[in-house]
């Protein structure tokens, strides 16, 4: 990440960071909607620790607070980029010492910051307790372990902000805001085309609209067919999403993402595995419900995830309790087929969709 270079287009506004809520969130509870409107106010604390497959967000939120830390005319002397493998704690700390000059903050970099908190955690310890007050130090790692005290330690007067894909909804929402930034809009289908294409990645979006945008400049509307003509279906689907297909008894998008699996290479068995997995965990939350636990006891007793948990109910709600009885039968004969028959595993477990989704609405 080139932190000299900004950020093309216009700022990301405060309300359009409203649809993050939920789909980031720190682990003392903080939501990202409440850290970018502390950006977006001045507050600026005086670390952060930046992780999750979402980049294009990450970028922006760094691109915010270097617009906030830093004036322009000395960012030269303001700014430092350090590569964690490649610097010594000890050269970090002492950059992280130096005073602003002519700014109002000194802001330091330390990328693939992985590699501080595995291997030189305790050097970072007594600088957490006494921050230089003038500084704000982000680190950019892939990934954190909350239990570590390099973590525990940062957390007392800095942020930890995991960055996640948004839930399709609000990467459609993004997404259209992005095209009228460009002069341009979508109709319906071509936003639901595109987002079924590249999937809810930010900056893959961002990419694919600039190339619609450039190839369709006698219109100012995109269509489906300007989507399909001019795109390419490079979005891969995990396995976990088949389940939650069959979940919301979406038949077509079932078998959509069925095609794109086995045109992946997952496992037929681990698909239906994962499936028998998620129908169980519906059927337990019927079980509970029908008893009287609240929705929050189902919650941790079948662990679901606070992110996961409003799509996890619309699924226990649509999905037929009479649906999950004849699902056993159908289940067994499936998985006795994929470990016993010869034939292609691919249609045996579409087979079994169609029928679970056929007997189903008998």
Known sequence: ????????????????????????????????????????????????????????????ALRQIKQKAL????????????????????VILDSLRVFPLNSPRRLVVIRQADTVWTKEA????????????????????????????????LEKKGAVVAFYHLPEREAGRWLRRQAEQLGYTLSPEALSLLLERVGPHLRELQGELQKLTL?????????????????????????????????????????????KNLQQGDSPLLLLSLVIRHLRLLRKAQELRVKGHSRREVEAKLKILPSRAEDFWQQVEKFPPAAMEEAWPLTWEADKALKSSRSDKGLILEKYLWDLFLKSKR
Request: hydrophobic share 40%.
């Open 215 to 259: 190839l369709t400049k006698a219109k100012k509307q995109i269509q489906e067919e300007d989507v399909l003509n001019l795109t390419d279906d490079v979005r891969e689907e995990t396995p976990f999403e088949l389940s939650r297909a069959v979940g919301h008894f979406a038949m077509k998008k079932t078998f959509h993402l069925l095609r």
């Open 1 to 60: 990440m080139d932190c000299h270079n900004e950020a093309r287009g216009k700022p990301l506004p405060y309300i359009l960071l409203s649809a993050f809520i939920g789909a980031n969130l720190r682990p003392n509870k903080m939501k990202a909607q409440e850290f970018f409107q502390e950006i977006e106010e001045g507050k600026i604390l005086p670390f952060y620790y930046f992780y999750g497959p979402e980049k294009w967000l990450l970028e922006e």
């Open 71 to 90: 004036n322009p005319a000395t960012l030269d002397f303001n700014l430092a980029v350090f590569d964690a493998p490649q610097e010594s704690a000890e």
């Open 122 to 153: 305790d050097s970072y310890l007594e600088y957490f307790l006494n921050p230089n007050p003038s500084a704000c130090a982000i680190f950019l790692g892939e990934k954190a372990d909350l239990r570590l005290k390099f973590f525990q330690a």
